[in-house]
């Protein structure tokens, strides 16, 4: 158990919906960091959140977005989806920023748009 | 762009044999490498991470070497274990300041039989 809990661990979806993923960090990490990871690919970085603030961004979809509350729990909003959107959602969290650090990782969230 | 390439999308090896995983980077920014094993239905799990400024780092069974001339480096397990079988994930990281993320390898799906 790496202590970072994401909700739900599956979902299944019409096109052009809205859905939203949560992720709850381990308890005392300030960052959080949502990766996708399609078929056949790698785990692919959408954003990352520090202490509430966004800190750095990768390949996300306009879409998409994200928030990180005072409780340090962090949800990632998927709008108009499509079916191409179907995919794993991991979310990571670490203390403070990946210096000589790794990241710890939720069991994932599986969505399915049909 | 993918800066972290794992070449060999699968590896087949005997219980007891050694296990070798390799992965090849493109940035030379990168000054943190790791690696992730992640079974199904489950979230990658960290298993072992070197610095740049070492060239080797053991774990038990597990030993990553870099080379950073080559921007290369290599997961070796001894001996490996049916248990052992997953998918592996190559990362790396750039040093504060720079990308506040881990950026992943596709992985590679290391079966080992009994």
């Known amino acids: 158990d790496s202590g970072v809990t994401q909700t739900p661990k599956h979902l299944i979806t019409a096109t052009g919906q809205r859905v939203t993923l949560r992720c709850s960090p381990r308890?005392?990490?300030?960052?959080v960091y949502w990766y996708q990871q399609s078929l056949d690919q790698g785990l692919q970085f959408l954003i990352q959140?520090?202490?509430?603030?966004?800190?750095a961004k990768g390949n996300i979809l306009e879409r998409f977005s994200a928030q990180q509350f005072p409780d340090l729990h962090s949800e990632l909003n998927l709008s108009s989806l499509e079916l191409g959107d179907s995919a794993l959602y991991f979310c990571?969290?670490?203390?403070?920023?990946?210096?000589?650090?790794?990241?710890?990782f939720g069991q994932g969230t599986r969505l399915t748009v049909v | 762009d993918q800066q972290v390439k794992q070449n060999s999308p699968s590896l087949s090896v005997q219980e007891g044999r050694i296990s070798i995983l390799n992965c090849d980077y493109t940035?030379?920014?990168?000054?943190?490498f790791l690696w992730y094993k992640k079974y199904p239905a489950e979230g990658p799990t960290f298993l072992i991470s070197?610095?740049?400024?070492?060239d080797k780092n053991e774990d038990g069974r597990f030993t990553v070497f870099l080379n950073k001339s080559a921007k290369h480096l290599s997961l070796h397990i001894v001996p490996s274990q049916p248990g052992d079988s997953a998918v592996y994930f190559c990362?790396?990281?750039?040093?504060?300041?720079?990308?506040?993320?881990?950026?992943f390898g596709k992985g590679m799906k290391l079966t080992v039989n009994p």
């Open positions: 308890s005392g990490d300030l960052s």
């Open positions: 959140y520090y202490n509430g603030e966004e800190r």
């Open positions: 940035n030379s920014m990168f000054d943190y």
């Open positions: 070197i610095s740049s400024i070492k």
């Open positions: 990362a790396a990281s750039t040093p504060q300041g720079g990308s506040e993320k881990l950026v």
């Open positions: 990571a969290s670490s203390p403070g920023s990946l210096e000589n650090t790794e990241a710890f």
